[in-house]
């Protein structure tokens, strides 16, 4: 069965801190990983696209990392601030059939 | 443009109305999506049209019926649902469906009483 994995599923840390979001996946059989950020009762916000055949990406403060082999992607925020408090969530596309399977997601709390 | 906005932001509606939710996209994206969120938990993937006809349907019940008028437009046509049914129904939209990334709407919060 095709999942996604995400933890810790809450985390709260002082503003300044550097953070790391985890994301796992079952089946390294991938088109690509997403991941999101969701503020309470709204949609998503696209942050980074990694696709299959490439390691990590990179916007701003966010680092994106990608190991298939593993199954397992991570998602860096250095020097966190109150705004990036929010919930994130990977989303992982899957071949053979097409199918994008979210994570439950990390809800973070950057504390001023 | 990375808009895709969705109509109305808010919906109340009883269990006999007929009502529909929109979605437009002016990205040239020739997929488009519906998903329904409950609270606290991961998008769930509804309806995929892709070039305009349909192309999953995720075993959603009946009262809920899609269309794709054209390629920048997609509707969700709600009859007869239930409480149950009160979600977040998001729209999103992509290049095409080899997954290339993912834009989503602000969402409809829908309130069935």
């Known amino acids: 069965k095709q999942e996604v994995t995400q933890i810790p599923a809450a985390l709260s840390v002082p503003e300044g801190e550097n953070l790391v979001l985890n994301c796992s996946f079952t089946?390294?059989?991938?088109?690509?990983l997403q991941w999101f950020r969701q503020d309470p009762g709204k949609g998503l916000t696209s942050l980074l696209l990694i696709q299959s055949s490439q390691r990590e990406q990179t916007s701003g403060r966010l680092n994106a990392s990608l190991d298939k082999s593993s199954g397992r992607s991570t998602l860096y925020i250095a020097a966190s601030q109150p705004g990036d408090s929010a919930t994130y969530l990977c989303?992982?596309?899957?071949?053979?059939?097409?199918?994008?399977?979210f994570g439950a997601g990390t809800r973070l709390f950057v504390k001023a | 443009d990375t808009e895709v906005t969705q109509t109305p932001k808010h919906l109340v509606m009883g269990m006999t109305n007929k009502k529909s939710l929109k979605c437009e996209q002016h990205m040239g994206h020739r997929a488009m999506y519906w998903y329904k969120q409950k609270a606290k938990k991961p998008p769930e993937l509804m309806f995929v049209y892709s070039y305009e006809k349909l192309s999953i349907n995720e075993s959603v019940p009946s009262r809920f019926s899609p269309e794709c008028p054209n390629s920048s437009l997609l509707n969700l046509h709600l009859h007869a649902l239930q409480p149950e049914d009160s979600a977040l129904y998001l729209c999103?939209?992509?290049?095409?469906?080899?997954?290339?990334?993912?834009?989503f709407g602000q969402g409809t919060r829908l309130t069935v009483v």
């Open positions: 089946d390294s059989a991938i088109y690509n």
């Open positions: 989303a992982v596309d899957y071949t053979g059939g097409f199918k994008t399977i």
């Open positions: 999103a939209s992509s290049q095409d469906t080899m997954r290339t990334e993912a834009f």
